[in-house]
C-alpha cells in the first residue's frame, strides 16, 4: 500500500522560509513522478510544483516562480519543497502526490495523481 506522509509545515511570518517534506513507501519511488499541490480556505486544490521520476524536469505555478524549489532524493524515499520569501497567499495546506504512470511525463493536474498524503498546514502571517 503506498503511503505518503508530509512533514515541516507550520506558521512562520512573511518572508521567512519553509521545507517541506514527503516522506514515501509501497512504491518504487524513483519510478514516478511526483507533485506538490495545495488548498487555502475556500478556494480549490491548485498545482504547485511538480518534478519527474529522475528529477531531470520540474515544473511551477506562476505564482511560486523563483521562490519555491522542488525536488526530490531517490535514495531516501523522499521528496521536497524549499518555499522561500513566503507570503500570506501561500498560507494553505500542502500535500504531495505521485503520479499514476511509471516514467511518465511531469504531472500537472490532479488527475494525473493516484496518491496522496493527508497534507501539511502552512500559515504565513503578514
Known amino acids: 500500500q503506498v503511503q505518503l506522509v508530509e512533514s515541516g509545515g507550520g506558521l512562520v511570518q512573511a518572508g521567512d522560509s519553509l521545507r517541506l517534506s514527503c516522506a514515501a513507501s509501497?512504491?518504487?519511488?524513483?519510478?514516478?513522478?511526483m507533485g506538490w499541490f495545495r488548498q487555502a480556505p475556500r478556494k480549490e486544490r491548485e498545482f504547485v510544483a511538480g518534478i519527474t521520476w529522475s528529477g531531470g524536469s520540474t515544473s511551477y505555478t506562476d505564482s511560486v516562480k523563483g521562490r519555491f524549489t522542488v525536488s526530490r532524493d531517490n535514495a531516501k524515499n523522499t521528496l521536497y519543497l524549499q518555499m522561500n520569501h513566503l507570503n500570506a497567499e501561500d498560507t494553505a495546506v500542502y500535500y504531495c502526490a505521485t503520479v499514476r504512470t511509471a516514467y511518465g511525463v511531469l504531472g500537472l493536474r490532479e488527475n494525473e495523481y493516484d496518491y496522496w498524503g493527508r497534507g501539511t498546514q502552512v500559515t504565513v502571517s503578514s
Open positions: 509501497g512504491r518504487t519511488f524513483g519510478a514516478y513522478g
